[in-house]
């Protein structure tokens, strides 16, 4: 198998593909939607608990989907969930099952989820895990104390191509990458010419870009993600095609994108909303 960081180092443009964990204690149902993608994708990141809502340990569902699937796997990692203790023994554990691409997220409150008395630790957040990772690649602990054996992740972290202020986007990015991150994952973006302007801005930087791609279904769902949701911002344009034509031209318009994304960028995320059949759609039609 060969892995999502030597994809990058050789420049070949990757594709990775979100997957929700079951609400479940079997993997079953992500095996069968990791089978479809077998052979297109080249890693399937797997949410952390996402939105808040419980869900089936991230680490141990990317190192079954790796080992039953063959397919290379990113894992989330937020600080929600545990201290500075809890998240070194989650990436301890993580290295030695073998899963090494790491995305690493504050994460949601749990107010939002289907826990909302649950109490949050956010002891650090993504910042403070990209170091947590980083001292782990380094050999030692947070506070210094060496590791009999060190880890290797490939630690990812997230962009924004829809911010207001690229520069300051710039920045934030520039203290990922001291505090340790390897490749950016970014949000959904609708806008091309913001997303070129925001290859252009941080390309100097060095890291692989993987731009976000979530394909429309509904014009009430793009006018939510325009109006609700901060750092997305979708085109008159794009709004004005959904309201006529609804999930066919949200397909067009998915299609369109991704092939821009090829021209500019070193990958594209997917994130389906567990559409498995669109993904495999836009991959035939690309």
Known sequence: MEQLREKHKQGKFTITVELDPPKSASAEKTFQEAR????????????????AKMRMSPIALAHLIKS????????????RDRNVIGLQSELLGAAALGVDNILTLTGDKPSTGDHPDAKPIFEVDSMGLLKIANDLNNGEDLTGNPLDVKTNFYIGTTGNPGADDLALEKEKIIRKIEAGAHFIQTQPIYDLEKAKRFIDVVAPLGLPVMLGLIPLKSYKMANYLHTKVPGISLTDEILKRMEVGGKEAGLEIAVETLREIKKIAHGVHIMPLNDIQTVLYLIDHV
């Open 36 to 51: 479809l993608l077998a052979g297109k994708v080249d890693a399937i990141n797997i949410a952390d608990c996402p939105m």
């Open 68 to 79: 039953h699937e063959g397919i290379d796997t990113i894992f989330h990692l937020t600080c």
